[in-house]
């Protein structure tokens, strides 16, 4: 046996010094100290050996493969030195330019921002959850007290793909499916990407972001959601924003209403992303409608709630002075470059 070890010794340092390139010799390595291997083979067969023999057997073994290792390692060296050596001799290699830079990622300025709102959110106690885009017509519309023959389905043109699914045109659908998941009382926001058959400007755009919040426990009123809207713009803007508070329709609140941010583009001038009204709405928010609870598997008449859609890209406007929503989801390196070390 000790016989075997020295002649599987031998072959692999020949394999090593004929190795001619270092895949070749990679491939050597394998076969003699892999897993495999012929020297791992060697050691798996001690078993059969003599038991007065096992400690001299296994000692040639482990000094058989140190050998080796070590033989392994060294040409590895002298070829990544002979490779090295053969670039600068070629006339063409100027060793003097300064190589190609090591360029950093950053964030995308969407990232940033609904970071920072989940954080806002979790040190309120509400948990941040995640459902599907491509959403069933219950969810998005009959769930959110939107049947078919209501007219609020022609407020939302839709992407609609097989066996009857929808592209999500909001993330409102959170709402039911949390209730039914979690039962009450709940916080939670649901933020993520929604779809529109929008006209594209520089306001609107077919794919955009939204965060929905709900909140579901007893004696819950409207001066509970205007606190929780204060404090999330508060800490979003770093500082006091003009807002008003106006009635707004939507089937799945009751009251609702539209809650607009004073444009921080222009300072209320009027451009074109107000339209050249001052005002930018932001977050359509109200009290949860009671077909909603009960659509939620919730008793109405125990529970009660608010919840508010937030434009996750209109608010990446506002916080960044951008001025085309097209922007945000153009893919452009030379825009997203702008937002390395960002606030976040």
């Not at 010799?25 to 897993?35: D, I, N």
Request: net charge negative.
């Amino acid at each position: 046996m000790l016989e075997d070890v020295d002649k599987l010794k031998a072959e692999a340092l020949a394999a090593v010094a004929a190795a001619p390139d270092q895949a070749a010799l990679a491939a050597a390595q394998g076969r003699f100290l892999g897993r495999k291997g012929s020297l791992t083979a060697l050691l798996r067969s001690m078993g059969k050996i003599d038991p007065a023999q096992r400690a001299t057997f296994g000692k040639a073994v482990n000094e058989a493969k140190n050998q080796l290792t070590e033989a392994f390692a060294a040409r590895q060296a002298e070829l990544e030195r002979t490779a090295i050596d053969s670039q600068l001799g070629d006339p063409s290699f100027d060793p003097t330019i300064p190589g190609a830079p090591v360029q950093s990622g950053a964030l995308h300025p969407l990232t940033i921002v609904q970071e920072r709102v989940e954080r806002i959110f979790e040190s309120m106690g509400f948990a941040v959850l995640d459902y599907p885009e491509a959403e069933t017509e219950f969810y998005n519309f009959e769930g959110l007290n939107i049947p078919a023959d209501h007219p609020a389905r022609d407020m939302q043109d839709t992407f609609w793909l097989d066996e009857g699914l929808v592209m999500r045109t909001h993330t409102s659908p959170g709402q039911v499916r949390a209730m039914r998941e979690y039962g009450a009382p709940l916080r939670a926001v649901f933020p993520g990407r929604t779809f529109r058959y929008e006209e594209v400007d520089a306001s609107h755009e077919h794919t955009f972001h939204q965060v929905e919040g709900l909140m579901i426990d007893r004696d819950i009123s409207v001066a509970n959601l205007i606190a929780a809207m204060k404090c999330l713009l508060r800490e979003i803007f770093e500082r006091d924003v003009k807002v008003r508070l106006r009635p707004g329709y939507f089937p799945f609140v009751e009251p609702g209403f539209e809650l607009d941010i004073q444009c921080l583009v222009c300072d209320g001038k009027g451009c074109s992303v107000c339209k050249q009204g001052g005002w930018v709405e932001l977050l359509p928010c109200g009290l949860v409608h009671p077909a909603v609870i009960r659509f939620g598997n919730l008793d109405p008449d125990e529970w009660t709630g608010w919840a508010f859609g937030l434009g996750l890209s209109r608010l990446v406007m506002m916080k960044f002075e951008i001025d085309d929503i097209r922007l945000i989801m153009s893919g452009d390196l030379r825009f997203t470059e702008q937002f390395k070390g960002a606030w976040r």
